[in-house]
């Protein structure tokens, strides 16, 4: 998708720094975090949203993306959301899981 946000991002259009990257997944700081850390882990092929996800596997590398943050950046403890459709928060049409630790303030 040649004019969604995220996949430029994972393009490295921006030269976002990625806290990990696999040839799967990226993940980068939020731009309006809403906790003292937030994270996106963000799937380089573009999915609308969970609905669209027609591939498991990459469900699973995602959560472990999930995982390798925490470890990267030290967090003990964390919330992970997944908004998907308009009704239920979601802004950017391109799946991703935020990653939200220490004084959360909701997504
Ligand atoms: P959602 O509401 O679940 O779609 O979440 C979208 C998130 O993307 C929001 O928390 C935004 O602050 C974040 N966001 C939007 N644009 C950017 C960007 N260019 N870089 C990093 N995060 C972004
Ligand atoms: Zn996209």
């Known amino acids: 998708m040649t004019d969604c946000i995220f996949c430029k991002i994972a393009g ?3 030269n976002t720094p990625f806290i990990v990257e696999t040839e799967d997944y990226v993940a ?3 731009i309006n975090p809403k906790a003292d850390t937030h994270v996106l882990v963000v ?3 573009h999915y609308d949203s969970l609905n669209e ?3 498991e596997i990459i469900l699973g590398k995602l959560l472990g ?3 390798r943050v925490a470890a990267e ?3 003990k403890s964390y919330k992970t959301v997944i908004n998907t459709g308009k009704d239920a928060g979601q802004e950017v049409f391109h799946l991703h ?3 939200l630790s220490g004084n959360i303030k909701g997504v």
Request: charged share 40%; hydrophobic share 40%.
């Open 12 to 14: 490295g259009e921006f």
């Open 28 to 30: 980068f700081r939020d």
């Open 43 to 45: 799937p380089k092929k």
């Open 53 to 55: 996800l027609d591939d």
């Open 65 to 67: 993306g999930v995982k």
């Open 73 to 75: 950046l030290g967090l």
């Open 97 to 99: 899981i935020h990653v």
